[in-house]
């Protein structure tokens, strides 16, 4: 694909959108192709969800418009779009957790027959085969609530399919789905093609975007900044015209690799739900050491993370900090040996959206600063402007709502959170999830720094790309335990998914 003349199925011309003074789009001119992948790129800010959010119909542009097939559109609600065959995944699921999956995929549009009577029988023949579509056959009368992370998003795709959408627009769609449910995704998306259903397509991840491209749109501070087509796109390319800068590489600190081990676990064994879920672990983590564990989903790096962070007691094996064994029941303990973990679901376990940023900086540590039960306000809010400058958090004022932050500096005010409480071993369960490629870049750039003063940083993540740039040494998971060990050097992607791709024939 070389060029532009693709049938434009979908075009939004001319977009402004105001809130006040504040403009979050400027003459956005944006186009979807038929039967393609169609990229939309940029920076947490740069106006991608304001412009989605028009073309949904949840909002309405202060100017410009909207045309599909050569026809002017009045989008005024999401049902309005919907009507027009677009639909919306966002990326915060909306799956209610009380109601079966026939009854989430047709929630809203439910199938009434005798204008009154739900027709049951059809809504669950008809999610059935979205779910087959999606290769991820599931009992549709099973409650919503029971499902994993990864398969709540399924369950928003199939709710996308099954109503036939012609533009379906993903908004980080694979943020929780494993490395196999991603794959499985793809091939959705290029069935999809083939049947001429447009695919906006949303995430962070360039790896993916460049995998699956077959047109892309590059956004920054409301507009557009670049336009370019499969085969003329490259990662830099990207990046470039994101940040409005020449791409740079990562820059590591020196370090001396050559340590003692400050964190050591042996044999380690644990339990989840009354079945093994991690079985004889073993390794190690140097001081000044960033260590990577790749796996898919099932492979037991979650598992770990909790058992290291004492939210899942280990039922067999050892773990030492600086040489001292420890007993890890709770989340108290280990936070005691100097171990202290980053969640990967921030706003889940990670934020409280009630409070402000430098009240989440130091909701943990407020015992350091307290004197004869009265909190140190001046130490407090100190520590926390000194750890918001070293993590590069940009906030105009500490004392703001934490939901003021884009997510790429949410997820450093939890960093700086476990750094308030000075650990020795930082543990990160996917640390850069939903967050953008600059603040990936310095996120990366933090972390190493970090461990060129000496800290300990062990990580998990699903992206193979995000393992090879942060980690020194990766650590693959399949079935419970270490499967494979590799130096950055020589973590190819086909080293690293060949070691994970056990858990995936066991799972199927």
């Excluded at 989008?75 to 919907?82: T, Y």
Aim: aromatic content about 4%.
């Amino acid at each position: 694909m070389n060029d532009f003349d693709t049938e434009i199925v979908l075009e939004a011309r001319g977009m402004t959108k105001r809130y006040g003074a504040n403009t979050a789009l400027k003459d956005v001119t944006f186009r979807v192709h038929r039967g393609s992948v169609n990229v939309l790129i940029g920076e947490n800010g740069a106006g991608k969800s304001t412009l989605m959010r028009l073309l949904a119909g949840v909002e309405r542009a202060t100017a410009g418009e909207i045309t599909m097939e050569g026809r002017l559109l009045e989008l005024r609600s999401p049902r309005d779009a919907s009507a027009h065959g677009i639909a919306i995944v966002h990326q915060e699921l909306a799956v209610l957790g009380n109601l079966n999956l026939a009854e989430n995929i047709f929630a809203g549009r439910e199938l009434v027959q005798s204008g009154v009577l739900v027709n049951r029988a059809v809504q669950e023949q008809q999610s059935r085969e979205a779910l087959l579509d999606l290769g991820k056959p599931m009992d549709v009368r099973c409650t919503a609530g029971d499902l994993s992370l990864g398969n709540r998003q399924v369950i928003e795709l199939a709710r996308s399919l099954a109503h036939r959408a012609k533009v379906l627009i993903l908004d980080e769609p694979t943020s929780a789905l494993s490395a196999s449910e991603a794959e499985s995704l793809f091939r959705v998306v290029a069935e999809l093609k083939s049947k001429g259903v447009s695919i906006i397509y949303i995430s962070h991840r360039l790896h993916e975007l460049l995998h699956l491209g077959d047109y892309f749109t590059v956004m920054r501070d409301g507009c557009v900044v670049g336009e370019g087509v499969r085969g003329h796109v490259t990662r830099q390319w990207i990046v470039e015209r994101m940040s409005g800068k020449t791409a740079e590489t990562i820059a590591r600190a020196p370090r001396d690799l050559h340590r003692e081990h400050t964190l050591e676990v042996v044999g380690l064994e644990a339990q989840r739900a009354g079945r093994p879920a991690l079985n004889k672990v073993n390794f190690s983590v140097s001081s000044g050491e960033v260590v990577g564990i790749y796996g898919l989903l099932g492979s037991g790096r979650t598992e770990l993370m909790e058992a290291l962070a004492g939210l899942c007691p280990p039922s067999a094996g050892e773990i030492k900090v600086s040489g001292q064994v420890v007993r890890l029941g709770c989340v108290a303990d280990a936070i005691k040996a100097g171990i202290t973990l980053a969640p990967e679901d921030r706003q889940r376990d990670g934020l409280v959206p009630e409070l402000s940023i430098r009240e989440n900086i130091s909701l943990a540590s407020l015992q350091e600063f307290s004197r004869h039960g009265w909190l140190q306000r001046k130490d407090e809010e100190a520590r926390a402007r000194e750890l918001a400058a070293q993590l590069h958090i940009a906030a105009a004022d500490l004392e703001l709502p934490v939901t003021t932050l884009s997510g790429g500096n949410q997820q450093k005010v939890v960093l700086a959170r476990c750094l308030m409480r000075k650990p020795l071993v930082l543990l990160l369960d996917e640390p850069t999830r939903g967050v953008d490629v600059r603040a990936k870049s310095e996120i990366y750039k933090t972390l190493h720094e970090l461990a060129a003063q000496g800290l300990s940083v062990l990580f998990t993540s699903s992206e193979i790309e995000e393992t090879q740039l942060l980690a020194d040494r990766v650590l693959v998971m399949a079935q419970g335990t270490i499967a494979a060990e590799f130096e950055v050097n020589e973590a190819t992607d086909e080293a690293l998914f060949a070691a994970a791709s056990p858990v995936v024939e066991g799972m199927q």
